[in-house]
């Protein structure tokens, strides 16, 4: 319905789960959210049509979309949650810090000093740092070799997708791999990311220069209003327990719906119901994760498991 | 905003967001008539929720603390009392409260169910009055609106949309908290307060224009003065519009929207039958904490403000003017300025019942002697007549006619207009009041609030008139039809007859005659 449910291969993700051929995800009918932020759900430049639902990731994003005026507000959870849930957490060694340097996102340009944060970086993370960047930066030869010539691994988990043009089904997948590969994942801003790495069992840590994009204008109070309603996610140590429990809670990871559920509100069909229906193996396991699927309590899932 | 009084973030504050401006929901707890409660606010005081800031400035602001979920409700706030050092303005969820030395007074005007941020946890209505209850100083009072779920506001009124403040709204289906006044009170007493005033809000809970305390309600004599109290038609107002308004946004009405049926009737009914404290839209409660600490057993265990600081047994506004009623040592009760409360029945009560008797001469005496008396434009709802013959008018006079019409419309939708002569019922009372017949002249606006059962009423009268009307108009015609018949018949006849000689030979004489008389009558020349 709306280009931006295919971003990162989050319908990917929710079809697999629903059983249904995820090399091809039928319409969601609504706007899923992509991604975190302490406004509706919905990204500010998102357009709306009255009377389409908005599928968000937590209660809390639920209840401020109402007060906001939206309606047809459904909490679903991140597709990430649900990725961790149908990928179960391996016995790998985890080592290093994953390194998520703020970014902007297609033309928009941040503004800051990388030389200082990688300073930062160093007189924090005692391992082994990847620091990973947005396609854009990833780009940019100067802005990569910044943080190579630090010492640091750079990685780019790929193209979040444009237009239902250049959509990449696996990009979570590289992301959750990266993750669970490291020890530690930190930002200078509290992002989907840091939630991300919480969730697949990384220590969580934000810290430095949080930089801006040019022209940045705060919307819904901004930067200060994040340090000081999330504050307890702030700094380079941070309680585990706490991060863990407010990322279940902002990712929605206790309220993910079993596929059944989730068809019916997605309005998707039912595995088989098409001729040309699902015949991969993803959606034979989607199948087979639904019958093992409890409603909620998705922490204690074998896939989200988090390896402390 | 000042730098001495900037807003104190407590966190989980809504950024976005105001209950002040009525944009997202009914507005603030707002009126003069809580004002006059707030009196009894003494030492340091803490107001959670969303309440008018002409109530606030009622407030000692010696220690003044103000709790609001909106950011800019906040900001709004403490530019207000920028020039006001004791006034603290939080911004931010209740849970956040509980740091700091306990209040002595805590007011929750507004109840307890717009506290809650978006952004923090979802307190049911039991854990928000613990909170506020952990808050208070032994000794310390509280004073508690809580909204009746099946008050005659929710009672009459159609199906509304949810407004932007519902995103979590609980209401009747939080088993935490008390159903009924009866449990409310329990309730109260069983966190050891001690309960020193109740009062019944009308007509809406957040914006009150009566106010009438249980003792008041529980006088059975003052049946007319209480009907006359809730008969009343316009909002729930301020006073004068700030110029500047720091707030923005029309909060001070609360709008009577027609609903299944007239709420004053209603109120009145409630009131001739014991029933206003039960179905009040809200309630307004005082309490004080206990100073042991104790819990009291289930049995209201009450208290007595001391003298001096005892609120008012009801307060009323009208016309923009606050009365407030207090008990009168010789018993029965006084208005604030002096004058008695009148007891006795209002005269559309006495109306009616001299009606429903068929007792015309009481009905004739009645309307004769108030549409020939001063109060002939007080409307006969707000018009009590006391056991020893006395008339008090409770409403300001309109036009004569308007009263009458009122009077004539309230009976209709009572469902008494087939004990009058059928026509224009306001124009038959006229008649029996002494007036000459006649078409009435004058503004004919009542200023009423109707709603579905008086449609339904209007309805079926215009239908049964019109089944009338048509069984009258079938008859007209058979008549006529009967009527043309016989002129037909006769006119037959008479053009039969027209050529017989015997006619013709009359018609000669009858010429013969005519030609005789004029020759006689000319003159001679």
Same mark, same amino acid.
């Given at each position: 319905?709306?280009?931006?449910?295919h971003?990162?291969?989050?319908?990917?993700?929710?079809?697999?789960?629903?059983?249904?051929?995820d090399?091809?995800?039928?319409?969601?009918?609504?706007?899923?959210?992509?991604?975190?932020?302490?406004g509706?759900g919905?990204?500010?430049?998102?357009?709306?049509?009255?009377?389409v639902?908005?599928?968000?990731?937590?209660?809390?994003?639920?209840?401020?979309?109402?007060?906001?005026?939206?309606?047809?507000?459904?909490?679903?959870?991140?597709?990430?949650?649900?990725?961790?849930?149908m990928?179960?957490?391996?016995?790998?060694?985890?080592?290093g810090?994953?390194?998520?340097?703020?970014?902007?996102?297609?033309?928009?340009?941040?503004?800051?000093?990388?030389?200082?944060?990688?300073?930062e970086?160093?007189?924090?993370?005692?391992?082994p740092?990847?620091?990973?960047?947005?396609?854009?930066?990833?780009?940019?030869?100067?802005?990569?070799?910044?943080?190579?010539?630090?010492?640091?691994?750079?990685?780019?988990?790929?193209?979040?997708?444009?237009?239902?043009?250049?959509?990449?089904?696996?990009?979570?997948?590289?992301?959750?791999?990266?993750?669970?590969?490291?020890?530690?994942?930190?930002?200078?801003?509290?992002?989907?990311?840091?939630?991300?790495?919480?969730?697949?069992?990384?220590?969580?840590?934000?810290?430095?220069?949080?930089?801006?994009?040019?022209?940045?204008?705060?919307?819904?109070?901004?930067?200060?209003?994040?340090?000081?309603?999330?504050?307890?996610?702030?700094?380079?140590?941070?309680?585990?327990?706490?991060?863990?429990?407010?990322?279940?809670?902002?990712?929605?990871?206790?309220?993910?719906?079993?596929?059944?559920?989730?068809?019916?509100?997605?309005?998707?069909?039912?595995?088989?119901?098409?001729?040309?229906?699902?015949?991969?193996?993803?959606a034979?396991?989607?199948?087979?994760?639904?019958?093992?699927t409890?409603?909620?309590?998705?922490?204690?899932?074998?896939?989200?498991?988090?390896?402390? | 905003?000042?730098?001495?009084?900037?807003?104190?973030?407590?966190?989980?504050?809504?950024?976005?967001? #105001?209950d002040?401006?009525?944009?997202?929901?009914?507005?603030?707890?707002?009126?003069?008539?809580?004002?006059?409660?707030?009196?009894?606010?003494?030492?340091?005081?803490?107001?959670?929720?969303?309440?008018?800031?002409?109530?606030?400035?009622?407030?000692?602001?010696?220690?003044?603390?103000?709790?609001?979920?909106?950011?800019?409700?906040?900001?709004?706030?403490?530019?207000r009392?920028?020039?006001r050092?004791?006034?603290?303005?939080?911004?931010?969820?209740p849970?956040?409260?509980?740091?700091?030395?306990?209040?002595?007074?805590v007011?929750?005007?507004?109840?307890?169910?717009r506290?809650?941020?978006?952004e923090?946890?979802?307190?049911?209505?039991?854990?928000?009055?613990?909170l506020l209850? #952990?808050?208070?100083?032994?000794?310390?009072?509280?004073?508690?609106?809580?909204?009746?779920?099946?008050?005659l506001?929710?009672?009459?009124?159609?199906?509304?949309?949810?407004?932007?403040?519902?995103?979590?709204?609980?209401?009747?289906?939080?088993?935490?908290?008390?159903?009924?006044?009866?449990?409310?009170?329990?309730?109260?007493?069983?966190?050891?307060?001690?309960?020193?005033?109740?009062?019944?809000?009308?007509?809406?809970?957040?914006?009150?224009?009566?106010?009438?305390?249980?003792?008041?309600?529980?006088?059975?004599?003052?049946?007319?003065?209480?009907?006359?109290?809730?008969?009343?038609?316009?909002?729930?107002?301020?006073?004068?519009?700030?110029?500047?308004?720091?707030?923005?946004?029309?909060?001070?009405?609360?709008?009577?929207?027609?609903?299944?049926?007239?709420?004053?009737?209603?109120a009145?009914?409630?009131?001739?039958?014991?029933?206003?404290?039960?179905?009040a839209?809200?309630?307004?409660?005082?309490?004080?904490?206990?100073?042991?600490?104790?819990?009291?057993?289930v049995?209201?265990?009450?208290?007595?403000?001391?003298?001096?600081?005892?609120?008012?047994?009801?307060?009323?506004?009208?016309?923009?003017?606050?009365?407030?009623?207090?008990?009168?040592?010789?018993?029965?009760?006084?208005?604030?300025?002096?004058?008695?409360?009148?007891?006795?029945?209002?005269?559309?009560?006495?109306?009616?019942?001299?009606?429903?008797?068929?007792?015309?001469?009481?009905?004739?005496?009645?309307?004769?002697?108030?549409?020939?008396?001063?109060?002939?434009?007080?409307?006969?709802?707000?018009?009590?007549?006391?056991?020893?013959?006395?008339?008090?008018?409770?409403?300001?006079?309109?036009?004569?006619?308007?009263?009458?019409?009122?009077l004539?419309?309230?009976?209709?939708?009572?469902?008494?207009?087939?004990?009058?002569?059928?026509?224009?019922?306001?124009?038959?009372?006229?008649?029996?009041?002494?007036?000459?017949?006649?078409?009435?002249?004058?503004?004919?606006?009542?200023?009423?609030?109707?709603?579905?059962?008086?449609?339904?009423?209007?309805?079926?009268?215009?239908?049964?008139?019109?089944?009338?009307?048509r069984?009258?108009?079938r008859?007209?015609?058979?008549?006529?039809?009967?009527?043309?018949?016989?002129?037909k018949?006769?006119?037959?006849?008479?053009?039969?007859?027209?050529?017989?000689?015997?006619?013709?030979?009359?018609?000669?004489?009858?010429?013969?005659?005519?030609?005789?008389?004029?020759?006689?009558?000319?003159?001679?020349?």
């Amino acid at each position: 319905m709306h280009h931006a449910n295919h971003y990162y291969g989050h319908s990917h993700v929710l079809a697999r789960y629903c059983g249904l051929d995820d090399r091809d995800p039928p319409r969601i009918h609504g706007y899923l959210q992509h991604g975190w932020n302490i406004g509706d759900g919905m990204a500010p430049d998102h357009e709306f049509v009255p009377g389409v639902p908005l599928f968000l990731w937590s209660e809390r994003t639920r209840r401020r979309a109402w007060s906001l005026g939206r309606r047809q507000t459904y909490v679903v959870g991140a597709p990430w949650a649900y990725l961790l849930a149908m990928e179960p957490d391996g016995p790998q060694r985890r080592e290093g810090t994953i390194w998520y340097p703020f970014h902007g996102w297609e033309g928009q340009r941040v503004v800051g000093d990388h030389g200082r944060l990688i300073d930062e970086i160093r007189s924090v993370e005692a391992g082994p740092v990847t620091v990973c960047l947005y396609w854009q930066e990833y780009r940019s030869t100067r802005v990569r070799q910044h943080y190579e010539r630090a010492g640091f691994r750079v990685v780019c988990h790929g193209y979040r997708g444009g237009r239902w043009r250049d959509l990449d089904p696996g990009f979570l997948h590289r992301q959750l791999a990266e993750l669970r590969g490291h020890r530690r994942v930190a930002s200078n801003r509290l992002c989907s990311a840091i939630y991300y790495g919480i969730l697949a069992g990384c220590e969580p840590a934000v810290y430095g220069d949080p930089m801006q994009l040019a022209g940045e204008a705060p919307v819904w109070g901004g930067q200060p209003r994040i340090r000081r309603q999330w504050a307890q996610l702030h700094g380079p140590r941070i309680d585990r327990d706490v991060a863990r429990e407010l990322a279940v809670t902002e990712l929605g990871a206790d309220r993910l719906l079993p596929p059944v559920e989730l068809r019916r509100l997605l309005r998707w069909p039912e595995p088989g119901a098409d001729a040309a229906g699902p015949a991969n193996g993803a959606a034979r396991d989607g199948a087979a994760f639904e019958q093992a699927t409890p409603p909620v309590a998705a922490g204690e899932r074998p896939g989200m498991g988090v390896a402390r | 905003m000042s730098p001495g009084t900037p807003v104190r973030l407590l966190g989980d504050e809504m950024h976005a967001w #105001s209950d002040l401006d009525g944009a997202h929901g009914p507005g603030p707890v707002r009126g003069t008539g809580l004002a006059a409660l707030l009196t009894g606010a003494y030492g340091r005081t803490l107001v959670v929720g969303p309440h008018h800031p002409e109530l606030l400035d009622t407030l000692p602001p010696a220690d003044l603390t103000v709790l609001v979920r909106g950011l800019p409700d906040a900001e709004a706030l403490a530019a207000r009392y920028a020039d006001r050092p004791g006034v603290r303005v939080c911004c931010g969820g209740p849970e956040r409260l509980t740091t700091g030395p306990a209040y002595d007074t805590v007011v929750a005007l507004d109840g307890l169910a717009r506290l809650n941020s978006v952004e923090g946890a979802e307190l049911t209505w039991g854990e928000a009055f613990e909170l506020l209850v #952990s808050v208070l100083r032994p000794g310390g009072r509280l004073l508690l609106g809580v909204e009746n779920h099946i008050g005659l506001h929710r009672l009459l009124a159609l199906p509304a949309g949810s407004t932007d403040s519902d995103w979590a709204a609980l209401g009747e289906y939080d088993d935490t908290r008390p159903a009924g006044l009866a449990r409310l009170r329990d309730r109260l007493a069983a966190a050891g307060l001690r309960i020193g005033g109740t009062w019944a809000a009308f007509p809406s809970p957040r914006a009150p224009v009566a106010l009438l305390g249980t003792e008041l309600l529980a006088d059975a004599d003052l049946t007319g003065f209480l009907q006359a109290a809730l008969a009343v038609v316009e909002p729930a107002r301020l006073g004068p519009v700030d110029p500047e308004p720091v707030l923005p946004g029309p909060v001070d009405p609360e709008p009577v929207l027609p609903g299944l049926a007239d709420p004053e009737r209603l109120a009145g009914a409630a009131i001739r039958n014991g029933a206003a404290l039960e179905l009040a839209p809200g309630w307004v409660l005082l309490a004080e904490r206990r100073p042991d600490h104790g819990t009291v057993p289930v049995g209201h265990d009450t208290w007595a403000p001391a003298a001096g600081a005892t609120p008012a047994a009801a307060v009323l506004v009208q016309e923009g003017r606050v009365r407030q009623v207090h008990p009168d040592q010789a018993g029965g009760w006084r208005f604030a300025d002096g004058g008695a409360v009148p007891s006795g029945r209002t005269v559309e009560d006495l109306v009616v019942a001299a009606s429903l008797r068929r007792d015309l001469p009481a009905v004739r005496a009645l309307l004769t002697a108030w549409q020939s008396g001063v109060e002939a434009g007080v409307p006969a709802d707000r018009l009590v007549v006391t056991p020893t013959g006395d008339w008090h008018g409770l409403a300001a006079a309109t036009e004569p006619v308007a009263a009458l019409r009122r009077l004539a419309s309230r009976l209709v939708d009572a469902g008494l207009a087939d004990l009058w002569p059928a026509g224009e019922l306001a124009a038959t009372l006229a008649v029996t009041a002494g007036q000459r017949p006649g078409p009435l002249v004058g503004d004919g606006d009542d200023g009423r609030v109707r709603g579905w059962r008086e449609l339904t009423v209007d309805r079926d009268r215009l239908a049964r008139e019109l089944t009338e009307a048509r069984a009258l108009q079938r008859w007209y015609e058979r008549t006529l039809t009967e009527r043309d018949d016989e002129l037909k018949r006769l006119r037959r006849i008479v053009s039969l007859l027209h050529g017989t000689p015997t006619a013709r030979a009359g018609r000669l004489l009858l010429a013969a005659v005519r030609t005789a008389r004029s020759a006689v009558r000319r003159p001679t020349p």
